[in-house]
C-alpha cells in the first residue's frame, strides 16, 4: 500500500468510525451486579441484541453510544424463573418480563409459549408431568396437566413424543402427597394420599431416553420416598426443596451425585422441610438455584426478592443468591452465557433503583426495575430517558 492509498483508507475509517461506534447502548450505574460479583461505578455496552463489554464503567468505553445513566441504580441479568406454571395459570408473559424476569423454564404447562425474541420473555416448557396412572397431579388438576406412563417401553416412547413436540425439559412427578403445609397438600385432591408414583425401572427409563436426547430431567420430590426414587434412578434436578424434612445424609448425597435443587421455598413457607432441607443441602456444597413456582396465588408475576431472601436464610450470600437466579440458572438450561453480562451474552438486563445489596428493600426494587431489556429490546425504560 502506498501512502496515498493509506492516507485515504485512514480517512475512510475515520468517516465510518462514528456511525459504527454510535451504534448501541451503554448503561451506566454506581453499581452492577455481572452474574457473578459486584462491580462499582460500571458500564453494559449493548449492540446487535447482545452484550459487546460490561465491567467498571471507565474500561468498557461506548462514549458514542446512546446512553442510558441510571446513576444511583443496580443494573443485573435479567433474572431467570426456573420453575413457573404460567402458561398453565395464563399469567401475562410481558407482566413478568415489566417485574425484571426475563426467563421462564415452565414445569408444568405448555411445551412452547409463543412467538419468542427480541422485547419477549424467554420460554422454555416442559409440558405436562410424567407421572404413574392415577399418580400426581391427576388427583389434583386432572390428567390434561398429565402424561401418565406405565411400563418402561411407555415412559421411553413418552419422554420421545415429550422431546419431539418440543419440551426443553422432561419433568416427573415422584409425589405420594400428604406432606403437611405443601401447596399440593390443600385438601382439594379427588382421591387421598398415598397417591401411585412410577417404578424406579420407569423412571431410569424416563432418565435414559431424556439423556439420550440431550434433557436433563426434573423430579416433583416432596419427601423421602420420592427423593430416594430421584436418587437412585440419577435424576438431574428436584424442582423442589422438599417440603417434608429429609434426613441430612440423603441431603449429602444429593449434595455430591451433583443433583440440582430449585428452592420454591418463599410458596413453601408454611411446610416443615423446604428451608431446613435446602440449608442441609448447601452446606453439603449443593447447588441451590432460583425458582418459585410463580402462578401459585403468592408469588408475584416476575422476580420474587422473597424467595431471594430465603435463599439467604438457607445459607447463600447475597452474591450466590443472585447468581442462583443468573448465571448459575443460565448454566443449569446449557445456555450460557445467559445469565451474565459477558461478552456475546444475550442482552437481557433489568436495572433497579439503588444499591440492592443495602437492606430488605434492596432486593425488593428487582421486582419494580426502572429498566428491562430482553434480547437487546428495552421494554422498561427508565423515566424520563
Ligand atoms: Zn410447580
Redesign the pocket.
Known sequence: MNRRESLKLGALVAMAAPAFAAEGVLVTADLMFDGRRFVEDAAVLVRDGKVVRSGPARAVGGASARKIALGAATITPGMIDL???VTRNHVPFDRVLRHGVTTVRD??GQVKGGPQGPGRLRYLGAGPLVTAPGGYPVPLYGERMAAVVAGVESARRTVSRLVDEGAAVIKIALEPGGEPGA?WSGGHATTPPPWPMPSLEEVRAVVREAHRRGRKVSA?VGEERGARLALAAGVDEW??SPAAPLPGDLLKKAALQGVRVIG?LD?QARTKGAIANARTFVAHGGTLLYGT?M??PEIPHGFDSQELSLMTHAGLSLEQALAAATSLAGEHLGLAPLGTLRPGAPADLIAAAGDVRKGHGGVKELEFPLLVMAGGRTVVTPSGG
Open positions: 420453575h413457573v406454571h414445569l408444568g401447596p416433583h424442582a423442589h420454591t410458596t413456582d402462578a401459585h
